[in-house]
């Protein structure tokens, strides 16, 4: 076959993957952003800015039938187990809807370890917190997911690979508060029990110390 005409086909093949990768994502895409919903560390502004610098805050949002939870996966620069969304009746989950620049999308997924099998992307639907607006947006949540509702009111053992670091949970709290969500929230993440480990280099980069559980 000719020479032009394999790169021809290549570059089509190329860009239709493009296409298809967009597709996948339509509904949260924008004037060459998308929307994504930040549940876990990526609530605090500082914590998201080391990767995705292009985001901006569009306002703390609310995810209905999902709770938040954790579990302990292999690359945990953390000390501990990690935030994701589990899908669950009558449960609720704040977080914080960011607006982001379409070529930050592979820094996201590689912050997420979407390439190592840790965390998958998927379409969630959110609502604006003060308006009640429906927004689609990007979320992670682990291809693992952990099971039974450890976390859950009255719950008195925590398995250690459920527990997040104290830095960890640290980082939620500052950010919920940070971004606007209700006090009732920020005081739930508060009694989450953590396991007592620090990050400390994590600790002094989102300037921790203040931050009281």
């Known amino acids: ?13 190329a860009r239709g993957a493009q296409v298809d990768g967009r597709q996948q994502m339509a509904t949260e ?6 929307y994504y919903f930040g549940f876990g560390s990526n609530m605090l502004a500082k914590r998201i800015h080391i990767q995705n610098p292009s985001a901006q805050f569009v306002g ?7 709770r938040l939870d954790f579990a302990t996966i292999a690359d945990s620069r953390w000390n501990g187990a990690v935030a994701t969304i589990v899908p669950t009746r009558e449960a609720l ?3 914080t809807l960011w607006d982001i620049e379409l070529t930050n999308l592979a820094d996201i997924d590689n912050q997420e370890g ?8 998927i379409t969630v639907h959110v609502k604006l917190h003060g308006n009640g607006t429906e927004i689609a947006a990007r979320a992670y949540a682990l291809v693992k997911q952990p099971e039974g509702n450890v976390h859950g009111s009255g719950q008195s053992v925590v398995p250690e690979d459920r527990k997040p670091s104290k830095t960890y949970l640290q980082v939620l709290v500052k950010g919920a508060i940070e971004s606007g969500i209700p006090q009732e929230y920020v005081n739930w ?3 989450i029990k953590h396991n007592n480990k620090t990050a400390a280099d994590m600790e002094r980069l989102l300037e921790l110390e203040s931050v009281k559980l």
């Open 60 to 66: 703390p949002a609310t995810l209905a039938e999902h």
């Open 189 to 191: 993440l508060k009694q």
């Open 29 to 34: 895409v924008h004037d060459e952003k998308f």
């Open 114 to 121: 979407v390439h190592e099998n840790l965390y998958r992307p």
């Open 1 to 13: 076959m000719n020479t032009e005409i394999v790169l021809i086909l290549l570059l089509v093949a």
């Open 93 to 95: 989950t704040w977080g």
